[in-house]
T-cell receptor, first 112, second 116 residues
Framework: SQQGEEDPQALSIQEGENATMNCSYK?????LQWYRQNSGRGLVHLIL?????REKHSGRLRVTLDTSKKSSSLLITASRAADTASYFC????????????FGRGTSLIVHP | EPEVTQTPSHQVTQMGQEVILRCVPI?????FYWYRQILGQKVEFLVS????????KSEIFDDQFSVERPDGSNFTLKIRSTKLEDSAMYFC??????????????FGPGTRLLVL
């Protein structure tokens, strides 16, 4: 897999359901971040999780990080139509550049 | 809440023309970045800028590209002679000087560039 690769590529759910998106990466990381991008708009930073952390919460968002599996998941609980967007993970490799490497994203559609 | 702004929101240009994309980072931020996203593809890093000089750049950022901070508020990306493949959404981002690891970057809404 590429550094920072999201799965699935597309996800379609009903309002109220939970949405889970996964991100896998190849090399050791310093941190991993999740961003949201509404159609044709900029990236909005959601959560940063560091390599020594396993789980973080922010409102309806829950992010986990498993460094042994080199993977992270983003869970959106009780989804709303307004959550419809693309979600990207971005990794920052250990001991390297400060520049995050983005994946291709998961396109989430939440039907009202 | 302060935010990064970018102008124009859309730009259409002819191949070979020069374009300047403008960004106003968050006022107390000192680290600045440009990224691009070709339609349907990943967000790709172009360049980072700190203390009036480029601190890092990617392979994409060739001699056709340049960045400048002409005054205390603007940060620009110039493409000297645009090519069809430069068509993309260009994002500016900035980060807080107190964030010494530059962990969190704040992105602008983007400029959609179309080269014909």
């Amino acid at each position: 897999s590429q550094q920072g690769e999201e799965d699935p590529q597309a996800l379609s759910i009903q309002e109220g359901e939970n949405a889970t998106m996964n991100c896998s990466y190849k090399t050791s990381i310093n941190n991993l971040q999740w961003y949201r991008q509404n159609s044709g708009r900029g990236l909005v930073h959601l959560i940063l999780i560091r390599s020594n952390e396993r789980e973080k919460h922010s409102g309806r968002l829950r992010v986990t990080l498993d460094t042994s599996k080199k993977s992270s998941s983003l869970l959106i609980t009780a989804s709303r139509a307004a959550d419809t967007a693309s979600y990207f993970c971005a990794t920052r490799v250990s001991g390297g550049s400060y520049i995050p490497t983005f994946g291709r994203g998961t396109s989430l559609i939440v039907h009202p | 809440e302060p935010e990064v702004t970018q102008t124009p929101s859309h730009q259409v240009t002819q191949m070979g023309q020069e374009v300047i994309l403008r960004c106003v980072p968050i006022s107390n931020h000192l680290y600045f970045y440009w990224y691009r996203q070709i339609l349907g593809q990943k967000v790709e890093f172009l360049v980072s800028f700190y203390n009036n000089e480029i601190s890092e750049k990617s392979e994409i950022f060739d001699d056709q590209f340049s960045v400048e901070r002409p005054d205390g508020s603007n940060f620009t990306l110039k493409i000297r002679s645009t090519k069809l493949e430069d068509s993309a959404m260009y994002f500016c981002a900035s980060s807080d000087p107190r964030d010494s690891q530059q962990e969190t970057q704040y992105f602008g809404p983007g400029t959609r560039l179309l080269v014909l």
